[in-house]
């Protein structure tokens, strides 16, 4: 799948701006501060409603304007899209698929599937199990299609249990929700199961050659202990529970854990070997839904040659040429990522305080 046309209407530094990319390699290139990362967020905005870079959504729209919109047309395999996303100051939410109303994002993000590299994405390394679970979560959604259904029985039945132990109610009161929160938690920690197993096959197919990589494993932790049934954890666990107000077992506390010779990752590698691995992620993560889910995603990338070498680029866009994927990748200097694109399908677009315009020079290249 892949955008044929963008609109971005008061967004950022953007007044008014359409593209039109290339459903290969788009390459975005322009001095600091001239609307680059901006770009790349008005996408991620149409796909989430929300931006990568600030939880302050009028921060997204441009000074003086009272919302912003983006809108895309999609070609999804034989099928044409169009997607529309507006946001005001007040925090007013207008979504619409081929012109008629939706209500719920993930109607939008169904459509849309991104993945997001930005000098951030190492958080999925540094932060805490919430930054991988979103991460592992986000393939669930578009290839297991019950994933959402059952996390939003599953949240609805974590908030009644929360509540509970807040009012420190007695443990009969809890015999409903246990109920209903074991059975979504298992139902969700089968399709995670499910889910990983496929990841871990195409990660472990993409690093197989690559020296450091190969030696990275991905490991899955439900949440809890599997050596005691959930229901007999939860009611072993109810004191501390109580004194903590809120449940600290279950599938809200999974994790991805990624380790090298069973150390964290993080604590092993390199900063430059780390983006490698999250570029191995990512692609992986995209293979498995193209394949399972129809759709590939499309990829948005912030910077990519920062903190990796020659070598580590050319690694990069040998991961990248192997996909199917449109790709966005924002560079200050275009040249050291042109060198390495197809030329045949790669785009390039030159932004200027806000004002696109696409290179049909190609800097110097057919
Ligand atoms: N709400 C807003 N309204 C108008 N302009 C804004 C708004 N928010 C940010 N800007 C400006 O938009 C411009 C685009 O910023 P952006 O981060 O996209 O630049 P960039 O090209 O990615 O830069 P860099 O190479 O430094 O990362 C900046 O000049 C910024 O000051």
Not at 238 to 252: E, N
Request: hydrophobic share 40%.
């Amino acid at each position: 799948m892949s955008i044929r046309q963008l609109s971005v209407t008061d967004f950022r530094n953007f007044v008014s701006q359409q593209l039109q990319p290339g459903p290969g390699f788009n390459v975005i290139c322009g001095a600091n501060g001239s609307g680059k990362t901006s770009l790349l967020e008005a996408i991620y905005f149409l796909a989430h409603g929300r931006s990568f870079r600030t939880s302050r959504l009028p921060r997204m729209i441009r000074f003086d304007a009272a919302q912003c919109t983006v809108h895309a047309k999609l070609q999804m395999a034989q099928q044409a899209i169009t997607l529309g996303m507006q946001r005001g100051r007040q925090g007013e939410l207008s979504l619409r698929i081929n012109g008629d109303s939706a209500h719920r994002l993930a109607d939008i993000a169904h459509y849309l599937p991104v993945q997001l590299i930005t000098p951030d994405s190492f958080r999925i390394f540094f932060g805490g199990p919430k930054e991988r679970r979103h991460f592992f979560d986000m393939g669930l959604f578009h290839v297991e299609p019950s994933f959402f259904q059952q996390w939003l029985l599953f949240s609805k039945a974590n908030k009644q249990r929360n509540a509970l132990l807040k009012q420190r109610s007695s443990p009969e009161q809890f015999s409903y929700w246990d109920q209903y929160f074991c059975q979504s938690a298992e139902a969700i920690t089968e399709l995670r199961q499910r889910y990983m197993v496929k990841l871990a096959a195409e990660f472990a197919l993409l690093v197989a050659k690559h020296e450091i990589l190969s030696e990275v494993s991905l490991q899955f932790y439900p949440g809890w202990s599997d050596s005691q049934p959930l229901m007999e954890l939860l009611q072993n666990n109810m004191a501390s529970d109580v004194k903590m107000g809120f449940t600290q077992l279950g599938p809200q506390k999974a994790d991805l854990r990624i380790k090298v010779q069973q150390q964290p990752a993080e604590e092993v590698l390199s900063r430059g070997q780390l983006k490698m691995l999250l570029f191995a992620l990512k692609i992986a993560q995209s293979n498995v839904i193209g394949r399972e889910g129809n759709k590939q995603p499309i990829l948005l990338i912030d910077d990519l040659a920062s903190e990796l070498d020659a070598d580590s680029i050319q690694q990069v866009f040998h991961l990248l040429k192997t996909i199917n994927s449109q790709v966005f990748v924002t560079a200050i200097d275009p040249d050291p990522v042109l060198q390495q694109m197809p030329p045949d399908t790669t785009a390039v677009f030159h932004v200027e305080h806000g004002n696109l315009t696409a290179r049909t020079d190609n800097y110097g290249r057919t």
